[in-house]
């Protein structure tokens, strides 16, 4: 059996399961992120997701397979109030704005307000959000520059992991926004059962610690659900 086949066996036998959720205002791009990681296409016709999308796609990260689960949510303001209803076990976020939607920017603090309120890791540390500027390809690379460094300090003071900046029509940086996204998640959820001697249980998946606010640390470990799932 070659290297990769015995990757996909491991795929196979136990998947773990991680969910991201995309949020953001209405056109900010992020049914066309989704679509361009996923399927790598881009459509330039703009459909408005109503409530939520989701999609899957296999990860390999270091030799093992993972099965993410991609989340796009719709972007009216109404949704951020019931947005927890998909966020709920989700392990990381994408937040998107549109480089020039002043709106959309300013609109990213309630929508990191509605993930740190409603799910954390259960370790009681916070998920991983990266902020996303989309649509680079509208913009001068002058103005990009001009605006580095106070984005970073945006970034900082308000707990971000992390912001990057994409173009759905070009491809640039969407599987490097993932790819960075996916091994921290990745890398923390390993760390953390290195920490506790819990075992990876493919069946029950306890590999996924995620915690919502409407559980106990005990049910989440007790569980039989598919915790990304939710």
């Not at 998947?15 to 791009?29: C, E, P, Q, Y």
């Not at 020039?100 to 920017?105: G, V």
């Not at 559980?215 to 939710?230: A, G, H, P, T």
Request: glycine share 4%; aromatic share 10%.
């Amino acid at each position: 059996m070659n290297s990769e086949n015995k990757s996909e066996s491991r795929f196979l036998k136990g998947r773990t399961d991680i969910k991201i959720v995309v949020l953001g205002n209405s056109a900010t791009g992020k049914t066309s992120f989704c679509n361009c990681w996923v399927n790598n296409i881009f459509l330039e016709e703009y459909k408005s997701t109503i409530m939520s999308e989701f999609s899957y796609k296999m990860y390999n990260y270091k030799g093992i397979y993972y099965k993410i689960q991609i989340w796009d949510l719709a972007g009216q303001d109404k949704s951020i109030y019931t947005s927890k209803v998909f966020t709920k076990g989700s392990h990381g976020c994408l937040i998107l704005y549109d480089t020039q939607n002043k709106d959309s920017f300013e609109s990213t603090l309630k929508w990191k307000k509605a993930i740190d309120d409603n799910t954390k890791f259960i370790d009681e540390t916070p998920l991983p959000i990266v902020l996303v500027q989309n649509k680079i390809d509208l913009v001068e690379p002058e103005v990009l520059k001009k605006d580095e460094d106070e984005l970073k300090k945006f970034v900082n003071k308000n707990g971000f992991l992390t912001f990057t900046r994409t173009s759905c029509k070009t491809r640039k940086n969407i599987n490097e926004t993932m790819d960075y996204l996916l091994s921290n998640i990745i890398d923390r959820l390993e760390e953390y059962h290195q920490k506790t001697n819990i075992p990876m249980d493919d069946n029950k998946r306890t590999s996924i610690v995620a915690k919502n606010n409407n559980l106990s640390n005990e049910s989440l470990f007790n569980s039989q659900k598919e915790f990304c799932c939710v």
